[in-house]
């Protein structure tokens, strides 16, 4: 009795904080500043400046059609119909242009942390009708040098509400990254290369024979995602997803 005593007062205390701290800061677009319902959701204006991928779009690597062609149930794009996907399945919430970098730059590399409550949560929708059950949610790892440098991992920021969504737990210490140069204006021969042996599994316990979600911001060329699936599969991973915010999309 006393301890059910106590969680009600518990859960008294903590709605009189949240009402306290609602009432003092009142929820807002983490963009624009804009009063919304929800703490760290986007206002209208904001969520209407992203180009969200939705249907149709490649049932393997979730690059997006234009929504008024008529490719059946399970549209492959050119890529991925000659067996050229990096991982067993890809989905991104939406493009890498003006109004995704905007966002993406500033939470990367300028603490905006906030930002990675809409992320996650447009995320996980993204997610939403794939048939994957992942045993584990892993974000890519940073080397010590870069974690250090910047003070957070944001894959690992987004990553954490992905794995309560799912239910599974999260892994960052299965894999440790080794410190190569920014790869930001190299071209998808020359990032593959910069990536080749930059993974290590330390845990290959963890790994064998699970399904792994990989968790990261962006997605350009894939050479990450590419060379984390063969290292994964290399330490016995029976499959290897992938999601991301967003992602570059050329002309196929």
Known sequence: MVSLCFGRATVGVKKVARFSIEFLFPSACPLCGTPVSINGELCAD?????????????????????????LGLHPLCPNCASGGCVLDLIRSACVYDDA???????????????????MSRAMIWALRDVDIAPDVVMPVPLAWRRLFHRGYNQATLLARP????????MDTNSIRRKYRPDM?????????????????????????????LLVDDVMTTGATFAELRRVLLRAGASAVYGVTFCRTVRAI
């Open 46 to 70: 904001c969520w209407t400046a992203f180009n969200w991928i939705g249907r149709p779009c490649c049932e393997k690597c979730g690059y997006p059609f234009p929504a008024d062609l008529d």
């Open 184 to 212: 930001g204006h190299k071209n998808p021969a020359q990032r593959a290369e910069n990536i080749r042996g930059v993974f290590q599994v330390v845990r290959p316990d963890k790994i064998r024979g699970r399904k792994i």
């Open 162 to 169: 992905i794995s309560r969504a799912f239910g599974v737990p």
């Open 100 to 118: 995704s970098r905007a966002a993406v730059l500033p939470f990367k590399h300028a603490s905006r942390i906030s930002y990675a409550a809409f």
